[in-house]
């Protein structure tokens, strides 16, 4: 992401809130050996998103990390048990995060 997004980000979580809707942040799978090469500047800007009161960050990008086993063409795209894995996590997130849920908007949730 570059400078610029995080504002745009920023304001459009704004104006959801201001419309009831929650924004929550998830981060995409990575395969571990890109994540590590981008560490740096993936942890800044989650640095950035839970500094901000407005953002919902339930766990950190760390936690979407698979094995390369668990990609089958890009960093990015999930193999089918990686897939049930993080569509797990993340519907964990979104009812972890909700009212009511089981932690608040800045608590971080464990990794299955």
């Known amino acids: 992401m570059t400078e610029e997004a995080f504002p745009l980000i920023e304001n459009f979580v704004h104006e959801m ?8 942040i998830s ?3 990575a395969e571990r050996a ?3 090469k981008h560490r740096a500047a993936i942890e ?7 500094a901000n009161p ?3 960050v339930p766990r950190p990008p760390s936690d979407y990390v698979f094995d390369a086993s668990m990609h089958f063409d890009t960093v990015y795209h999930l193999d089918r048990e990686g897939r049930a894995i993080r ?4 519907a964990d997130d ?4 909700s009212p ?7 608590q971080e949730s464990s990794s299955p």
């Open 17 to 24: 809130n201001a419309r009831g809707v929650r924004v929550l």
């Open 94 to 97: 979104i009812v972890n995060a």
């Open 87 to 90: 569509s797990r996590m993340l």
């Open 27 to 29: 981060y995409s799978a």
């Open 54 to 56: 407005a953002f919902i």
């Open 34 to 36: 890109f994540y590590e």
């Open 44 to 50: 800044s800007w989650d640095a950035q998103f839970r």
């Open 100 to 106: 009511g849920g089981a932690c608040s908007p800045t």
